[in-house]
């Protein structure tokens, strides 16, 4: 079974084709962007033109290539080229390729199999092609927009090499849409069609990286162009056209996905930063992608906890406010509640020092939790428990004129053990400065 088998003497110009296919490069020459990996001298480029293809895994956003890539290997290839849609596909469809490729290999011919979105095959439809793979029957090229260390196989991983194909540059999309509209073999040349360099430059800001988005809508505005003159050729696509045959511009972003953890991510590392800008465009950039401002609002309140925490006692109350505004507001309105709270917390100055005592507590709660509350700081409402010394020694702070004492409040083994050390940062500075009063009220009492 091969893919390119039988193909149709007319499929580069069949304008029933969508734009995107069309202009698809045939060849390296033509491929736009990944000059890191096919470059000249580049190890893909080198494997491509030796046709010495191991199993590979191509990881990237949409529109970058991946797909043209493995039909351009296989044009080259001397090898049967099988394509796989992880989303059409079944156990039983694999087992019947793996067998032929198996007995063609017995004749020295190899195979090479084409996953695309590898990363919605589940693991046994994963595990199907292991041992063909271990076994030099298939050498397999798959396809994934996600993090290919989550979502693919380890034992498959560990036998592929990996590339990571990048968004395209605005420069390299304008360069693709000004080829598509000079093409008069594939493309949209017969149309004679210009565009205002504007126009261009807003379709490549708005397309995020992603070719096949710049085509469609490219196509899109030269069918309002063709039809703003009149039907004739020679139209020009303005900024105006492009804009609505966008409609609303092509964020990459997946709730479920990498590109979620690596945005909110990006926002945390922001506020963190003391950066509102930042903060405000990754804030933004994930409500426009769609994010829940719910999420946005837990990670804003877990935000006021971890980095600014006592140095802002406030920031807590405001995240939770803006977490309250959200509920009740609902969107758009409660974005501009949470863009209120995140703001506020880049500004803030910052401390961490709960969050680590915090954890050093846990580790050692985790070694001392066997041991016994002392016996004066015990309660005592039973007789029996009174005989035994429960709450013997409690010394009453409201008793003392400082309202402190020198009693011991931890068990016999952590008694001199220390935490919490509060910063020079906001709030915590007078935390400091009020901790040094209580130490030294205590030592007066000791002596």
Known sequence: MNLFSNPQQNEATDRTRPLADRMRPRDLDEFMGQEHILGPGKPLRVQIERDDIGSILFWG????????????????????FVEFSAVMSGIKEIKQVMVEAERARQYGTRTIVFIDEIHRFNRAQQDAFLPHVERGNIRLIGAT????????????????????????SEEQLVSLMQRALEDDERGLGTLKLTAQPEALARLAAYSSGDARAAYNVLEVAATLAVEAAGGASGGTITKEMVEDALQRRVLRYDKAGEEHYNLISALHKSVRNSDPDATLYWLVRMLEGGEDPLYLARRIVRMAIEDISLADPHALEIANAAK??????????????????AVYLAIAPKSNALYKAYGAVKRDVEETAADPVPLHLRNAPTKLMKELGYGDGYKYAHDFEEKVTDMQCLPDNLKDRRWYYPTEEGVEKRIKERLAQLKAARERMRE
């Open 61 to 80: 956003p949409p529109g970058v290539g991946k797909t043209t890539l493995a039909k351009i290997i296989a044009h080259r290839t001397k090898a049967e």
């Open 145 to 168: 927009t996600e993090n290919p260390s989550f979502e693919v196989n380890s034992a498959l991983l560990s036998r592929s090499r990996v590339y990571t194909l990048n968004p395209l």
């Open 324 to 341: 309250d505004a959200v509920d009740f507001l609902g969107m758009p309105e409660g974005g501009l509640a949470l863009a209120h709270a």
